[in-house]
């Protein structure tokens, strides 16, 4: 050390400091060297110090509270793991001559930080393992900056940390935080919605589940407050996002193969990009949400969706309406905003041109080419749809208007048609969705014409298999009212044509009026009546099955026919077994009536008919039922026509179509009846009421879609009191009527 007058020189000083109380490690070894000068106004020092190691827990004990106090506070409230090295610090400053307070003017240095745990926003975890330095640059700023550190608790990497500690000499110390990193959107996203930042909370959008990677950058500014209050935090975070996937985000819909933008701060988000959503390929989306506060009817969410959709692709979700009877591809673009305290309204627009589309049972079709297109417009309340409103699609020789109305959870409760136009059809409507499994479905159609003229048969009946009418008829509670003026068929109009159905949900037809004209005559009446004290009345009245049973698609192998049928359940339950009589009138079989056929090949004079004719007349048929959910139960069931008659009785398994019957036919039915008839003698050539002199037994088998008909041949030589020697001996079934 040297000393004169005007001028104090240390060369070089060596400290080795004593351990403060608590210190985690060693305490450091410091060297100093320094001088200082006379001047007018006092004199003017520097100081060099260096040190060479210490835990940064520790700074706070060798650090002099007085010196850079802001910087000092933050760095050792902040820094809470890892060591420090190779510190030097040059500090200059003033002895005032008239022996006032010395003053720190400059103050530069930088230490060395090595696995550090740095707290960048209490409480939000720190990040750990950051290497870097700590620059001072002057007695107002100091500048932290690491990399290769990791954000505490999740898996993403923090690429580079920068803390900036400024205006420390003027008592309001402020604070610049920036970072870059990279990992896992969901570990980002939970990070910026951390309850200390909450930057998410009014994102109309759970982004919970939300995956994909994220490079970020985030930028925080604030003063260094004790108390400090969220709205003094300046936020800015601007990521770019890919393979970005968030399951359900709208209505059931996905989203997949995301790439976007980000920018997030304090006052809002922006978000652009292009993803998979639902039937929607690389479609371009983009959304605005204002976190500010604001008055009632304030814009605080707009954004918009455009792109192509593969419409296949809807199939399996609840907008699988018309199943494969959509396809091709649609330019869908939707516009939404949200006002606040209201629900979200989305305006949707789809050109489909290039789609594929048919409407069942309208007998309409459009494939891809010709223009058409599609609008509504849609209100949601928290991510679920409340309805639909101004729906129009509109196609060549098309036209379909209507609105939806939807439950919590986009529940569907009813469907409106309030105009409907396809070729000639013209017709309205309303479908009532059930509140519960035992609800009803409630379903009103009007209109002046219904054009089912080629309509699709699967639609109408279902298609033909060899499986029975049970599963097919499990049919949901429904109540029905229709009328409509004109049912335009193939084989003609119906006009007038009205029903009123009530269906339980337990299978259960409770009541029924139906009815129906053509030709300015009754075409068909049904009625099931409610009984005084339980049970009901069936009444049926068709003036030609045949064409009845072509309109529905259950078969075209039955022609003409006058079907008279009274029947009765005796119970309101679902096993109460339908009782009743069916007289089916001058019917003809052909096609794939394979019994009518073979029973018409018996009669001698018949097989020429049988093989080249247009099949089977028959004259009467007398059929006692009884019908359950198992089976269709017959007994005494009488055949006639000119050609033959025949008796059955049996039944039908309604589950799987299988067939248990058996019977006698009677071939040339008028001269093979007469000898029958014969005084005294007439019991030996005669079998039972409707049988005759040649009479063969029969039994059915198999399938209604695959029967095996078996007929004994030796029975058809035997007169009616011999026959049983040479026939089945089968006695008549027991419980041929099932109950």
Do not use: C
Request: hydrophobic share 40%; aromatic share 4%; glycine share 12%.
């Amino acid at each position: 050390m040297e000393a004169a007058p005007d001028r104090v020189a240390l060369q070089r000083l060596r400290l080795v400091l004593a351990e403060g109380a608590g210190a985690r490690g060693n305490a450091p070894v410091a060297q100093a060297q320094g001088e200082a000068l006379r001047h007018a106004e006092g004199w003017r020092w520097r100081l060099g110090l260096g040190v060479d190691r210490t835990f940064l827990p520790d700074l706070a004990l060798y650090w002099p509270a007085s010196v850079a106090p802001g910087g000092r506070s933050w760095i050792v409230e902040n820094l809470t793991a890892g060591t420090a090295r190779d510190g030097h610090w040059d500090f200059g400053g003033l002895l005032p001559a008239n022996g006032g307070t010395p003053k720190l003017e400059t103050m530069t240095g930088m230490l060395t930080v090595e696995d550090a745990t740095v707290h960048w926003l209490r409480p939000v975890p720190p990040v750990e393992h950051v290497s870097g330095t700590i620059r001072f640059l002057s007695p107002a700023e100091i500048l932290v900056e690491g990399q290769g550190g990791r954000q505490q608790g999740t898996a993403l990497a923090a690429q580079e940390v920068r803390v900036r500690l400024y205006d420390l000499d003027i008592g309001q110390e402020k604070t610049e935080i920036s970072g870059r990193v990279a990992g896992p959107l969901n570990d980002m996203l939970r990070v910026v919605d951390h309850p200390r930042l909450h930057l998410l909370q009014t994102v109309p959008i759970d982004l919970s589940r939300a995956s994909g990677k994220a490079n970020a950058t985030l930028h925080l500014a604030f003063p260094l407050l004790a108390d400090l209050p969220a709205e003094r935090i300046a936020v800015a975070v601007k990521a770019q996002v890919t393979d970005a996937a968030l399951p359900d985000l709208l209505l059931d819909q996905s989203l997949r193969k995301g790439r976007a933008s980000l920018d997030l701060t304090e006052a809002g988000m922006r978000l652009d990009g292009t993803a998979d959503l639902g039937p929607l390929r690389a479609a371009r989306m983009g959304m605005q949400v204002d976190f500010r506060d604001g008055p009632p009817g304030q814009l605080v969410v707009q954004g918009q969706v455009e792109g192509p959709a593969e419409l296949a692709a809807l199939r399996g979700t609840r907008f699988d309406i018309l199943g494969d009877r959509i396809g091709g591809q649609a330019a869908v673009s939707a516009r939404f905003e949200q006002h606040r305290g209201a629900d979200t309204q989305v305006e949707a627009k789809a050109d489909l041109a290039q789609a594929r589309l048919s409407l069942a049972p309208l007998n309409w079709r459009k494939a891809p080419g010709p223009a058409a297109r599609a609008e509504m417009s849609m209100r949601l309340r928290d991510g679920a749809l409340r309805s639909i409103d101004g729906l129009r699609i509109e196609a060549p020789d098309m036209l379909l208007r209507g609105a939806a109305e939807f439950a919590p959870g986009s529940r569907i409760t009813r469907l409106t048609l309030a105009e409907g136009r396809a070729g000639a059809s013209r017709v309205s409507g309303q479908l009532g969705f059930p509140e519960g499994p035992d609800g009803f479905w409630r379903i009103v159609a009007r209109g002046p014409v219904l054009d089912l003229r080629g309509a699709d048969p699967d639609f109408l009946g279902g298609p033909e298999d060899e499986k029975g009418s049970a599963e097919r008829s499990a049919l949901p509670g429904f109540d029905a009212d229709i009328a409509l003026g004109q049912v335009l068929t193939s084989d003609g109009p119906y006009e007038r044509v009205e029903a009123l159905i009530r269906h339980d949900a337990r299978g259960v037809l409770r009541q029924m009026q139906a009815y129906g004209r053509s030709g300015g005559q009754e075409a068909f009446a049904a009625a099931v009546t409610p009984r005084a004290g339980g049970g009901r009345d069936l009444s049926v009245r068709v003036a030609d099955l045949g064409r009845l049973l072509r309109l529905t698609g259950t078969t075209g192998d039955v022609q003409d026919g006058r079907l008279r049928v009274q029947g009765r359940w005796a119970a309101d339950t679902p096993s109460s077994p339908l009782l009743g009589e069916a007289e089916l009138e001058d019917f003809g079989l052909r096609g794939r009536a394979r019994l009518g056929k073979l029973l018409q090949a018996l009669s001698l004079y018949g097989i020429p008919e049988a093989l080249t004719g247009p099949g089977l007349r028959v004259s009467s048929l007398h059929a006692p039922f009884a019908l359950t959910r198992e089976a269709l139960g017959l007994e005494d069931v009488r055949l006639s026509s000119a050609s033959l008659g025949a008796t059955a009785k049996g039944r039908v398994m309604r589950r799987d179509g299988r067939l248990e019957l058996e019977g006698t036919i009677v071939p040339s039915y008028l001269l093979n009846s007469l000898p029958g008839r014969l005084p005294l003698v007439g019991r030996l050539f005669s079998a039972e009421p409707g049988g005759g002199l040649l009479a063969a037994t029969f039994t059915a088998t198999g399938t209604l879609g695959d029967p095996r008909i078996t007929v004994n041949p030796l029975s058809m030589l035997a007169p009616g009191m011999l026959r049983n020697l040479f026939g089945s001996g089968t006695p008549p079934r027991a419980g041929a009527r099932e109950r």
